[in-house]
């Protein structure tokens, strides 16, 4: 059959994302994969060049997406269809372009960890994730924030005269227009993926990008790249050199062999062909390689511990089998940013496809013997001159323009092609895309003044252009309100505090009040923090209670009568960050007031009962702090390692050993031994802290 893509519905148990938190996410990601890198690591000059460059400040301008819960219904998702006589992709335009599906038809076997739910997490670095498939990450180190979002695609004529489908967006993080195209030439085993980065500003830019595939796992799947040495990250932090394939006392390239989550980095040798392979014990499975920059690549382990198969069940539906990941990456690991000149672009072709290897040699003791095994099968099935091939074929198709849209993504590429008259051939960011999000913008572009009586809601730009309009525009509530988000955004925090203090000034209400919490919490001012988040609660509930306030009255809480309407849904958010910082100033009555005054079915959520037991521990109740874990609960969007559960079980546990008296290093070591997690709670993704 000749190479086709076409529109599908694919139907899936699915836990709705809810709405996007309403707060700005002022604060600093509190990326888990920061590092502590012992002196003698001896990074290579560019990885040490690399580590730390540019990281983010905020997640500005995007918001947290933590809406989701864990009731899952089948829903129908629009899907995408590319396929030829050889191998069907289906992909999700609607959810990150993700690849839900590889499967080959001469075998019937699909060549991914296909995930039969579609389960939010709290992974990505806005919040909602999910596993499975093939995922593309662009922005910054963590799974990106496009993860459940929409892209733009199409169709595209693709090299040999067949059929493309491209997919395309505007990244935030990093303002950078990115595309991917995927091509299935008649006949292949293989998928090609082009992708391309482009840097249109006129400064250098840090760029992240690691295509991640999610592949089954079990007591026999051996993950294989061409390296005798990796960089092994762990949750505890640390960067280190390792042997590849033993490590430890384990051989750590099957999956199962470690007990805590982690990051393999594979040390690839200058030059060599870069690819990486999952094969279960028959010796079958699939292979991915690439063209250079892609150079990177890296296997990521749940493993066989505890908490790694709690994580793997929390992901999906019981009964499903595990997974581990197999990713390429621009840089050795996912710590580093790599820059993109002005102007320059990124661009270079993958391949995934099947992959059959002896499965004497692939599971021998003899490490070399293995790797060759697998670059035997390669080279056979996919020589690296063809590739190269392909990647200058396809390199020419990357400037054609679609010729038939499939599915829209957001209107923020359109908004910045109108601020810079930028042409992007390709990637069209029509004008037609941009919604209520943007409008507001748009005017701004055109006449100088923002046209709001308060905060706009949504996710506004920040970048130093937008700066530049917002100063230039009248003073009011909703400019210096959001010069403030810009402010912070460029790491100009007093200017940013001076600013927020002006949008109170001019009535901006309860928004401003929650970015001064934070800025006073950010730089360690707990007390005064404690004040303003109490002042905005105050606030916000003033709106809350009234739903059906005057203009006037709204415009005193949030500014419009619009964001009133919000106040509701903002008060969870709202008393999610407050409670912790009320707790650190002492203030355990004023957090218990607040979290009374959710409704029942906001304070039923795991979030509030977590916090809820936190209370009534701070307050002197640990026996009633024990019953909230006992009756049982669970965090929907509970973050990648977050310790925040068991540390607050074992708080509980040793409080109700010490009694009245003090909490000694033997109560703690007794509160351990006798009082374990229950399993419920077990999300620790490192090795329990010694005492």
Request: net charge negative; aromatic share 8%.
């Amino acid at each position: 059959m000749a190479t086709s893509v076409r529109r599908t519905t694919l139907t899936l148990p699915l836990a709705a994302l809810g709405p996007d938190n309403p707060l700005p996410a002022l604060q600093d990601p509190g990326d888990v994969h920061r590092v502590e890198i012992p002196k003698d690591a001896a990074l290579p000059a560019d990885m040490a060049r690399q580590i730390g460059r540019q990281p983010l400040r905020s997640l500005l301008p995007v918001r947290m997406r933590d809406g989701y819960g864990r009731d899952r219904h089948s829903t129908d998702l629009d899907a995408l269809v590319i396929e030829n006589d050889r191998l069907r992709a289906t992909v999700l335009p609607g959810l990150g372009g993700r690849i839900h599906s590889l499967h080959h038809k001469p075998t019937g076997r699909e060549l991914l960890y296909r995930n039969p739910v579609m389960q939010p997490a709290a992974f990505a670095l806005n919040g909602a994730w999910f596993s499975g498939g093939i995922e593309w990450n662009i922005g910054a180190t963590g799974h990106t924030t496009l993860s459940c979002a929409p892209l733009h695609a199409a169709r595209v004529p693709a090299p040999d005269g067949g059929e493309m489908l491209r997919l395309w967006e505007w990244e935030r993080l990093r303002d950078l227009p990115f595309q991917v195209d995927l091509w299935l030439p008649d006949g292949a085993d293989f998928l090609y993926v082009g992708v391309r980065i482009r840097n249109p500003h006129h400064h250098t830019v840090p760029v992240y990008w690691w295509s991640n595939t999610a592949v089954p796992e079990d007591a026999h799947t051996r993950v294989l790249a061409p390296a005798d040495a990796a960089w092994h990250f762990g949750y505890e932090r640390t960067l280190r050199h390792v042997p590849v394939p033993e490590s430890d006392g384990a051989d750590r390239t099957y999956p199962l062999e470690s007990e805590f989550p982690a990051d393999y980095f594979y040390d690839l040798p200058e030059g060599a062909r870069p690819w990486i392979a999952s094969l279960d014990r028959d010796g079958h499975g699939l292979v991915q390689t690439s063209t250079v920059p892609l150079t990177g690549r890296k296997l990521f382990v749940w493993g066989a511990g505890r908490a790694g198969r709690r994580w793997q069940r929390w992901l999906t539906a019981p009964g499903t089998g595990g997974y581990a990941e197999i990713q390429a990456g621009l840089a050795r690991t996912q710590l580093e940013h790599v820059p993109l000149d002005a102007g320059g672009e990124f661009s270079w072709l993958e391949a995934y496809g099947p992959l059959a290897a002896d499965p004497a040699a692939v599971h021998g003791a003899d490490w070399s013997a293995a790797r060759a095994a697998v670059e035997d099968g390669l080279a056979a099935a996919l020589p690296r001159d063809d590739v190269d091939a392909a990647y200058a074929a396809w390199l020419p198709y990357a400037d054609i323009e679609p010729k038939e849209k499939l599915a829209t993504g957001s209107g923020w590429g359109a908004l910045e092609v109108a601020r810079t008259g930028l042409e992007l051939p390709g990637t069209p960011f029509d004008p037609a895309t941009m919604g209520a999000e943007q409008q507001p913008w748009l005017a701004l572009l055109r006449t100088g003044e923002l046209p709001a009586a308060g905060p706009v809601p949504g996710p506004a730009p920040v970048a130093p252009p937008w700066r530049d309009l917002l100063e230039s525009a009248s003073p009011g509530p909703a400019v210096e309100y959001h010069l403030g988000l810009a402010q912070w955004h460029a790491g100009d925090r007093a200017q940013a505090v001076r600013s927020w203090e002006r949008a109170l000034a001019h009535g901006a209400g309860c928004l401003p009040l929650y970015c001064l919490a934070v800025a006073e919490s950010v730089a360690g001012e707990t007390a005064h923090a404690a004040d303003r988040f109490t002042e905005a609660f105050d606030c916000a509930t003033g709106a809350a209670a009234s739903d059906g306030a005057t203009a006037s009255d709204a415009s005193a809480a949030f500014g419009d009568p619009a964001a009133a309407r919000a106040g509701r849904e903002v008060l969870p958010a709202l008393v999610r960050e407050a409670v912790p910082v009320l707790l650190a100033a002492g203030r355990a009555e004023t957090a218990a007031g607040m979290l009374a005054a959710l409704r029942p079915a906001e304070r039923a959520r795991g979030r509030f009962r977590l916090l809820a037991a936190q209370v009534l521990l701070a307050q002197g109740q640990p026996r009633a702090a024990r019953e909230i874990f006992d009756e049982g609960f669970e965090i929907a969007d509970l973050r990648e390692g977050d310790e925040t559960l068991s540390d607050t079980w074992y708080a509980i546990a040793e409080r109700l050993l010490a009694g009245d008296g003090p909490v000694t290093a033997d109560t703690v070591a007794r509160a351990r031994a006798e009082d374990p997690l229950p399993e419920r709670y077990e999300f620790r993704m490192r090795p329990a802290k010694r005492t």
